[in-house]
């Protein structure tokens, strides 16, 4: 056998004897591959700076899609919390945040001998470069809490603890402010200050903020909706690659679907025919992106994997040049010697130059028609055999319920075609070429198949 598309396989199969010799080599093949660049015109050409783009090594740098805009709330969120003006829903207009005064001279702790109005000021800018919860994380730990030391109430009072506040330093030391001049340095109020301290967790963070999440928003996908989209993408008849099916798990949906946005519209289709909302395109575009491996084309691995390396490989080493040398005298030699048994078929009438292999998986039915889609698919093999002397064509055909595509099948439908061949009784040897797939015919199997006939 020989393989035309992977690595060749060289058995030649004297029916009248009863022994076989073979040799392998490596994985090749024969491929020639174009590459088209497509016409720009004069003034885009202007426009594009072509030393920049190689030096950065990017193509497309400003995306295929435009920046999104940040809707109205999110930017008066981002305002809020960097302490700038900003407009709230009602249309109040919030001032910008700014550091107060701080304590008078009379304050008993003197805070103002302890920090500069410019160390004030840069304390005020680092804290609003902080998020929400960092923020309450920085009052948690510059707020200390303790229970109060002394009374200075006679009768019962309110006051059950005592704080401490302090203000970092250049150096990472704490300075022990007042309250006050905590907070007008940070411009926040009281409010704030025993919120934070009334909620953190049992490592003495703050917690998460759970607003918006007491009720569920109207715009939010139902359960429902979810699991019965996942059910129709699951019921759609997506099949394995042909060539890498061994290599990847990834599924390919017919040629009919065409695209995800045709996709789309068959689930809303679907929607209306069984009384129920579709989703958004954008949360069923996540849904079969993101939790499913499904593709629309016919992947393109049916490539010599070393030629694709050396064509795209620009740097190549010494050793690599010479592995690529040996590479291309195999190549042609291998399709010199198809030429020849093919020139040998037409000229002896005793040897047969056959090539085969398995076709893609055929869904049926088919058609281009999205009526087809409704229809429950039924998945059909193709093992084809092709002459090259006489041009004779030998389709061996099965559903998915009377076999699988390995190697048993494909061993037994050889063993049928030697079979076939040998009832001719004028062909004496057959030249037999096949691909790469070890899964099917580049296998001990094939090769105990072809000794248990020729015994």
Not at 235 to 248: D, E, K, Q, W
Not at 253 to 277: D, G, I, M, Q, S
Not at 400 to 424: A, H, P, Q
Request: aromatic share 12%.
């Amino acid at each position: 056998m020989y393989d035309l598309e992977g690595s060749p396989i060289v058995v030649d199969v004297d029916i009248t004897n009863a022994g076989a010799q073979g040799t392998f080599s490596p994985l090749t093949e024969i491929t020639n591959t174009t590459k088209q660049i497509p016409s720009t015109s004069n003034e885009m050409i202007a426009t594009v700076d072509i030393t920049s783009l190689k030096t950065i090594g990017i193509v497309g740098i400003e995306g295929r899609s435009k920046a999104k805009k940040l809707s109205q709330k999110k930017t008066n969120k981002i305002l809020r919390n960097s302490g700038k003006l900003y407009t709230s829903s009602t249309g109040k207009v919030i001032p910008e945040r700014n550091m107060k005064v701080g304590c008078e001279e009379t304050c008993y702790k003197k805070c103002y001998t302890k920090f500069s109005d410019l160390e004030r000021a840069n304390i005020f800018a680092e804290y609003y470069k902080l998020s929400y919860i960092q923020k309450k994380d920085f009052v948690l730990k510059h707020v200390e809490k303790k229970d109060k030391q002394r009374s200075t109430v006679v009768n019962n009072s309110r006051r059950k603890f005592t704080r401490t506040y302090y203000l970092p330093k250049e150096n990472g030391d704490r300075v022990v402010v007042c309250r006050h001049f905590f907070v007008s340095t940070l411009d926040i109020k009281p409010k704030f200050l025993r919120y934070t301290e009334n909620n953190f967790n049992t490592i003495n963070c703050a917690k998460d903020d759970k607003r918006g999440s007491a009720t569920t928003p109207k715009n939010r996908t139902s359960p429902r909706s979810l699991k019965m989209a996942r059910i129709w993408i699951e019921s759609l008849p997506a099949v394995f690659g042909h060539y890498c099916r061994n290599s990847t798990q990834k599924k390919y949906l017919p040629e009919n679907f065409e695209n995800l946005a045709n996709v789309y519209r068959l689930y809303t289709v679907h929607c209306k025919e069984n009384n129920y909302v579709p989703m958004s395109k954008y949360i069923f575009n996540n849904i079969f992106r993101k939790e499913y491996n499904i593709g629309f084309h016919t992947p393109k691995k049916d490539k010599c994997t070393v030629c694709i390396k050396f064509e795209s490989s620009t740097d190549l080493s010494e050793e690599d040049i010479i592995h690529k040398t040996e590479h291309d005298v195999e190549k042609n030699g291998i399709l010199a010697n198809y030429a020849a048994d093919q020139h040998r078929s037409n000229t002896e009438k005793t040897f047969l130059t056959t090539s085969f292999d398995l076709q893609k998986v055929l869904n049926v039915p088919h058609g281009k028609s999205m009526l087809f889609y409704y229809a429950k698919k039924y998945a059909v093999y193709n093992l084809t055999f092709y002459e090259s002397f006489t041009r004779n064509g030998l389709c061996y055909m099965w559903g998915e319920c009377d076999g699988k595509r390995g190697s048993n099948e494909i061993c037994s439908i050889m063993f049928k075609y030697l079979t076939l061949v040998d009832e001719i009784k004028t062909i004496k040897e057959v030249a037999l070429y096949c691909d790469n797939c070890a899964g099917q015919q580049k296998n001990r199997a094939m090769i105990l198949t072809i000794m248990y006939f020729l015994e």
